[in-house]
């Protein structure tokens, strides 16, 4: 199953901690396809969403970059803030802010996606 159990016991043999953890399907660990290289932490935005969320407190200083919007660079040199809805294998699914109704662009055409978090999401 893709359920796991993990208990600790102290040295005497009394339960200390239990948690169960729960592995999700292969096709939503990662939002970046592959190939994965370099230093990546696909669950970077899930993290920051909570630290934003429910006001944090981090106990060093650190600068967490945020926009409202994905950035989508073109291969023309456009620019168009969205909201990424799907990377495919042949193309993206985006809603462009203002607009209404998802749209379709050829990866082809796309020569960056990056994260309202400031992450690199394509290539």
Do not use: C
Not at 71 to 78: A, C, K, Q, R, S
């Amino acid at each position: 199953t893709n359920r796991k159990e993990i208990w600790e016991f102290d040295h005497r043999g009394q339960e200390v901690s239990h948690v169960a953890l729960v592995k999700p399907p292969a096709d939503q660990l990662y939002k970046t396809p592959p190939p994965r290289y370099g230093n990546r932490l696909d669950e970077i935005s899930i993290i920051l969403e909570e630290i934003r969320e429910k006001d944090l407190t981090v106990p060093f200083d650190v600068f967490i970059p945020k926009t409202d919007y994905d950035l989508m660079v073109l291969t023309n040199g456009d620019s168009l803030l969205i909201h990424l809805i799907e990377l495919g294998n042949q193309r993206v699914t985006f809603i462009l802010i203002g607009e209404k109704g998802e749209l379709t662009m050829p990866k082809f055409r796309v020569k960056s996606i990056t994260s309202k978090y400031g992450e690199r999401i394509f290539p």
